[in-house]
Nanobody, 121 residues
Framework: QVQLVESGGGLVQAGDSLRLSCAAS????????IKWFRQAPGKEREFVAG????????YYADSVKGRFTVSRDYAENTVFLQMNSLKPEDTAVYYC??????????????WGQGTQVTVSS
């Protein structure tokens, strides 16, 4: 059973940066693709970014492409989401998820509890 714990959320101003972390409890984490999703109040959860289990492929939603960067540290069993040039519309609860598939769907084996990101204008 892989447990995921997100951290790094907070309240920032538009244009600022944040780095979210997703720490996994088990070593098999390294064989999973890791995705980031977000859910704003009153909206459906949506895909944000993902990284393959090898780390060789990263992929992003159009809304964050060029501003967000996903990476992974195998030694620390952690995946990061670097978020730059944040906008008020990035405000949401951010979740990481682990799955064998690199699909951007919501169907993932494991989910974290989420971390709140709030961007003020």
């Amino acid at each position: 059973q892989v447990q995921l714990v997100e951290s790094g959320g907070g309240l920032v101003q538009a244009g600022d940066s944040l780095r979210l972390s997703c720490a996994a409890s088990e070593r098999p984490f390294r064989y999973y693709a890791i995705k980031w999703f977000r859910q704003a109040p009153g909206k459906e959860r949506e895909f944000v970014a993902g990284i393959s289990w090898t780390g060789g492929r990263t992929y992003y939603a159009d809304s964050v492409k060029g501003r967000f960067t996903v990476s992974r540290d195998y030694a620390e069993n952690t995946v990061f989401l670097q978020m730059n040039s944040l906008k008020p519309e990035d405000t949401a609860v951010y979740y990481c998820a682990a799955d064998r598939s690199e699909s951007t769907s919501l169907n993932n084996d494991y989910w974290g509890q989420g971390t709140q990101v709030t961007v003020s204008s």
